[in-house]
Structure formats: C-alpha cells, structure tokens
C-alpha cells in the first residue's frame, strides 16, 4: 500500500514563515547482513541501498539523504553517485547529502556534484553540509585537523559564492583563488536547497543564518528538548542578518518494526555494537540496556518502536522544537535488507500520515 505523495521541500521557498511539513530518510549506508548474519559486500550494501531510496519514493517519503563516511563499516564514501541513481528510478521524491563534509572537500566539486545531480534528478537534489563529526576523511585528504573551523569557514563561504551563479571571484586561505571563473553545470532554476548540520554549537546555528542556509538539527543523544533555544536563535539571527524565514529539521537515529518489543529486538544488540565500535574514536559512552530503554522513551533521541510510538515522539519533539522536517536516520549496521525495507515501508505508509494527523 502507498500514500498520496506528500509536499516536496522544494514547496518550502513558496511559503516564507509558514513552512509545510517535510519527512526525510537518512543512511550513512551501514552495511547489510544476510540471514544468517554475515556481512554483505560492500557492493552489495550499495545496490540494496539503491533499492531502499526506490522504496521510499513509492511509499510517499519526501527526502532520502545518504551522509559521508569512508569506513569499513560505513563505505558510502561517494553519495552522489549512489543518489543519482536513485534519482535516475523516481520522480518525485527530493534526493540529497545528509551530510557533505565540506571541510575536507572542494566546495567547487560538492557544487558540480549537487548541481549534476539536480539535473538528472529534475530539480531534486538539495545538500546538508556539516564539519564532520566523523573525522576519517581529514587524514584520507591531507587536511589537518588542526584547520578544523578554518576550513569550514572558508569552504563555505565560497560554496556560497557559487550558489549565486554567474562567474565567481574568490579569495580565501585553503584553496586556489578563482578569477571570474564560470562553474559548470549551471542549475535550471535558481540555486538548490542547502542546509548546515548542527550539533550542538550556537556559533554554526548563526553561520546558517549569515549565509542563508536552512538549519538541521543532528540530535543523536539525550533530550531533544535541550535544542529547543537553536530554532530561536536560528530566527533571531536571521532577522539580525536581514533574511527571511528559513526552515528548521531534525535528524535522528531510530527504527521502525511493526511491534515496539520486535524494533528493540532489531535494533539494540547492533546499536551497542556499532557505538561500542566507535566508541574510541568518537568518545561516545557505551551505552547500557537501561541508558537505552532512556533513549527510547519520551525525553530520549531514539526513535524506535511501533508506527504508532514513532509517530507520537517525532510530532511531540517537532512542536517542541518548532520544527517542520523530520528526518528519520533508519538502519544500523549488522541489520537485514528486509529489515530496513520493512522500516522505510512502515514508515512512509503509517508513520508519516500518523503524524500528519498528529500535528493537524
């Protein structure tokens, strides 16, 4: 069974200070396992992953997001490419990053990339940029983390620069200057929806506003509620800056099954584990059976249960947080194919019409 397509991002510009409500999918591509539980190729996470973002525009999904890494675990290290072929089997459903790590990348590719994508897709594409709370891509590059917000700075402010189309001069510390350098392939109409990932720093939340970006709220841990003065401050800093209203969204970890005791069943022996895995380089506290039942309940960041649990937490924190996008980060690694096709389904056909009704 499908839903009506819902509204598209690209409806958001329409209605400035009066956003309609937006439903995304983010992956950062973990790898599948079989069903006897042994770890898939990598090529073949890749092609499952292609047929997740399929399924999610034939259930009335608006946004499916794949983010950057470059780990065994996670090996979706070109996004694009991954979403242009998505895009290449939709035509409704908005396709884009979640996240770019725009630090240890040259924004004039993330814009040829992004503005390629659009074409294929047909206006499709949109681009979540952030600093990279997984570092793995400095080292891989040559950067130094050393240039950590240097680096985004910079980058970003020239990745606003090319957005304004036309020929563009820039100068700046981390890469060549350009001189009245025209940058192809030119968008159709008008720049594509960008927003900036954050995680917790006031400064990005005003960064977002000084350029313009929309603002996505990654909360991945303890009380969603704790967020609540970043849209407000996201407001203010806008009307300081003299733009108008933008949108604000939430990511968020969680995992739909059709029982809440079958999605805990599911989902927390491969959250431990992939939390116990980068525990030592992302400084994250291992969790404990009861930190995680924490997580799951109402003033938790997960979102695992029923279609029914789900729903009520996402319009609850929406409200709270005075947000009008949700996107759910589905999967962990170690999860079946059938598993996560049964979430993107569950979500798209119940979840998503639930909270419609919810926030009526």
């Known amino acids: 069974m499908t839903t009506a397509p819902s509204e598209?991002?690209?409806?958001?510009?329409?209605?400035?200070g009066q956003f309609p409500l937006v439903f995304g999918l983010d992956t950062f591509g973990d790898v599948t396992h079989d069903d006897d539980d042994r770890p898939l190729s990598h090529a073949q996470t890749i092609r499952d992953l292609v047929e997740q973002?399929?399924?999610a525009d034939q259930v009335g999904v608006d946004f499916f997001g794949i983010g950057e890494h470059h780990t065994d675990d996670f090996p979706l290290s070109a996004a694009d490419v991954v979403l242009a072929a998505i895009a290449a089997r939709t035509t409704r459903i908005r396709v884009g990053s979640a996240v770019t790590?725009?630090?240890s990348d040259d924004p004039v590719r993330v814009f040829q990339r992004y503005s390629t994508l659009n074409a294929i897709s047909g206006g499709r594409a949109e681009v979540i940029l952030g600093r990279g709370s997984s570092i793995d891509s400095f080292p891989l590059f040559g950067y130094d983390l050393n240039d950590y917000e240097e680096l985004f700075e910079e980058k970003t402010n020239l990745f606003a620069e090319l957005l304004k189309g036309g020929p563009v001069t820039w100068?700046?510390?981390?890469?060549?200057a350009l001189f009245n350098q025209d940058v192809?392939?030119?968008?159709?109409?008008?720049?594509?929806p960008v927003w900036i990932g954050v995680g917790g720093s006031p400064q990005s939340v005003v960064r977002a506003a000084r350029y313009g970006f929309s603002l996505m709220l990654a909360i991945i841990g303890g009380p969603p509620a704790r967020f609540a003065p970043f849209p407000q401050l996201f407001r203010e800093a806008l009307e300081s800056f003299g733009r108008a209203p933008l949108p604000v969204g939430v990511h968020a970890p969680g995992h739909v099954a059709a029982t809440d005791e079958q999605a805990r069943e599911e989902f927390w022996p491969r959250y431990l584990e992939v939390i116990r895995h980068v525990s030592e380089t992302r400084g994250f506290a291992i969790p404990t059976k009861d930190s995680f039942m924490q997580e799951i309940g109402p003033r938790g960041a997960l979102y695992v249960g029923s279609p029914e649990v789900v729903a009520q937490k996402i319009a609850q924190n929406l409200t709270t947080l005075g947000a009008n996008r949700f996107?759910?980060?589905?999967?962990?690694?170690?999860?079946?194919?059938?598993?996560?096709?049964t979430n993107i389904e569950l979500y798209g056909t119940q979840v998503i019409p639930r909270v419609r009704e919810l926030l009526a």
């Open 8 to 16: 598209s991002v690209g409806d958001l510009e329409d209605t400035p």
């Open 53 to 55: 973002g399929v399924l």
């Open 101 to 103: 790590v725009l630090s």
């Open 171 to 176: 100068h700046g510390k981390t890469r060549p």
């Open 184 to 192: 192809v392939p030119h968008t159709e109409s008008g720049p594509f």
């Open 327 to 341: 996107d759910l980060k589905y999967g962990m690694g170690g999860l079946s194919q059938q598993a996560l096709m």
